[in-house]
Each structure stands twice: as structure tokens, then as C-alpha cells.
């Protein structure tokens, strides 16, 4: 199905700065568990971005952004060797005003306003809001909800008590083979309002259930939302993948995304924690 004119609005509101391990945004030789025991360095601070998406349908949320709790309440992430493994593996600064709440409402909107909020995965950076949107519908792919339920679930990221909420509403989705020929070399996908505007593909390789989010309008560059596929469009173009996740998994998936860019000609790419996403989509969508 060819996408409608049905996009009013695309935006972008950052939830803090993270700083990660160098070796977690390019990968380099030294396994996941190497490189997180003995890295001293960290990055220069990136945002945590969520994405704003105003449908005719209602208003979509990419990615819920960090929750303010997790750099304020000494609770919020889990004790002993679980909890050493979190400090290591990121460091969070987020202020009193960026908030999600106060982050929507920059930009116009209110949390009762967001209808359908799309999860690229589920690590805590990217759940943060999700305690306040209780009157929204939450996507999430069925395999990375199946995630929850491994053993060492915690360990690998995953904080069931901040993502099984009470008073959510979860729609756990399973792609579909489609024959838009535009999404190729993706023969599966899910068509969030049927009308080809905001297509979920899965991007596994972060996480196994990892989802990305293409918004197609007429006269407009397509946007790929790619959650944390990359770091930046600079790596994604080199086809440098991230050192945390299934190496094999995110460069198949990393070949795949690039040759969707290559079919679907100025096709940007807005990653959670690129520090570029924000003048790239203004350029885009100002123009």
C-alpha cells in the first residue's frame, strides 16, 4: 500500500544524556563481556531521544526515553552484581525538566494526548515513560517481549518492574509478509494505521525483538526510527555495528537497513542516541 498524506508533524525530545562504553557504540575486537569488565573510557554525553509522530490517527510516541528516577532514586535499578553491571555500563545525566512529561510538553502536546507508543526495545533508556501512559496503546514485537521471561533477563537489561505495569495497554505484534516492494529487502512488516504511512520492521540484533520505525510521506525524505541499531548515521554507513547484542545478528541487519536506504533514496536515519538525530530531522522536516 502506497502511504498517504496522513503525517502532520515529526519531532524530537531528548530525556537526558547517557555516556556509554566506546567499544558499546563501534564494536571492536574484544567480546561484550571483555570490554564491559575492563573499558575505563566513556563517550562524550549523547541524548536519549524519543520521537514524536503526529498521525492523523493520533499522536505516536517512538520510544518512551529515560525515566528521571533511574538518576535520583538509589531503588530504581537492582542491587549487588546486577546493579554493578548497570553503573558500568552507562551513565545518565537527566534534569529536573527533561522529562518526558515536560519534553511533550514542549513541543505542544500532553501525555493524555500521545494515543499509540511504539517500543524499539525494551532497555530501561527506552521505557522510561511508560508509568504515565496508561491511556495509550504500547507496541512492542512479540519476540522482544518474550525476552522478558529468559533467564538472566535482568542481567541482559531488562527491568520487568519498570516495563509490566499495571493499567498498560500492550498490543504484542508478530510482522507480517508484505509485498510493498518499497520495503525491500524486508519481506515482513506491520502497517501501524494500514495506510502505509508508519511501517514496524524488525531489526533484531541489539536485542532480538529490536523494532524500527519507517514514516513514509508524500513529497517528503522518508525517517527511519532504528532504536539502537546505531549510534550514529556515520557508523551505519560504514556498516560499523554496535558492540553490545548479536554481532552476526546487527551486521545481517545493518545490511539489510542500508539496502533499504539505498531503494528508498534520501532516506534519514534517527537513532536513539545520535547527537546529529535532532538537526537532521530539522532539516528534513523545516525544508
Known amino acids: 500500500m502506497s502511504p498517504v498524506d496522513a503525517i502532520e508533524r515529526v519531532s524530537v525530545l531528548s530525556t537526558g544524556t547517557v555516556r556509554i562504553r566506546p567499544d558499546h557504540a563501534a564494536a571492536t575486537w574484544k567480546p561484550q563481556m571483555l570490554w564491559m569488565a575492563t573499558s575505563r573510557s566513556w563517550t562524550s554525553p549523547m541524548p536519549i531521544n524519543a520521537f514524536v509522530v503526529e498521525h492523523r490517527d493520533g499522536v505516536v510516541l517512538f520510544d518512551t526515553g ?76 512479540q519476540d522482544e517481549w518474550d525476552t522478558l521471561d529468559e533467564t538472566g533477563a535482568e542481567l541482559k537489561g531488562l527491568m520487568r518492574k519498570h516495563i509490566d505495569l499495571p493499567g498498560l495497554s500492550w498490543d504484542r505484534i508478530q510482522p507480517e509478509p508484505t509485498k510493498d516492494r518499497a520495503l525491500q ?48 548515521t556515520h557508523l ?33 536515519v534517527l537513532a536513539a542516541h545520535d547527537p546529529d538525530a535532532a538537526d537532521a530531522l530539522a532539516k528534513v522536516t523545516t525544508s
Not at 92 to 110: H, P, V
Not at 191 to 201: E, K, V, W, Y
Not at 242 to 268: F, W
Open 66 to 141: 529515560q525515566n528521571r528516577a533511574s538518576v535520583t532514586d538509589p531503588d530504581y535499578f537492582p542491587g549487588g552484581i546486577i546493579g554493578a553491571f548497570y553503573r558500568r555500563t552507562a551513565q545518565a545525566d537527566i534534569a529536573e525538566d527533561e522529562t518526558l512529561e515536560r519534553g511533550l510538553g514542549r513541543l505542544g502536546y500532553r501525555i493524555s494526548d500521545v494515543s499509540t507508543v511504539v517500543i524499539s526495545h525494551l532497555h530501561q533508556d527506552h521505557i522510561g515513560g511508560l508509568g504515565q501512559l496508561t491511556a495509550a496503546k504500547i507496541v512492542v514485537s
Open 185 to 232: 529487502p524486508f519481506p515482513v512488516g506491520h502497517d501501524l494505521f494500514g495506510d502505509g504511512s508508519l511501517m514496524l520492521l524488525p531489526t533484531p540484533g541489539h536485542t532480538p525483538g529490536s523494532i524500527s520505525m519507517l514514516v513514509r510521506t508524500p513529497g517528503h525524505s522518508p525517517l527511519l526510527m532504528v532504536g539502537d541499531l546505531t549510534y550514529s
Open 236 to 268: 551505519l554507513d560504514c556498516g560499523h555495528v554496535p558492540g553490545a547484542g548479536s554481532k552476526a545478528q546487527l551486521r545481517q541487519t545493518t545490511t539489510m537497513v542500508n539496502q533499504l536506504r539505498a531503494n528508498l533514496a534520501g532516506t534519514v
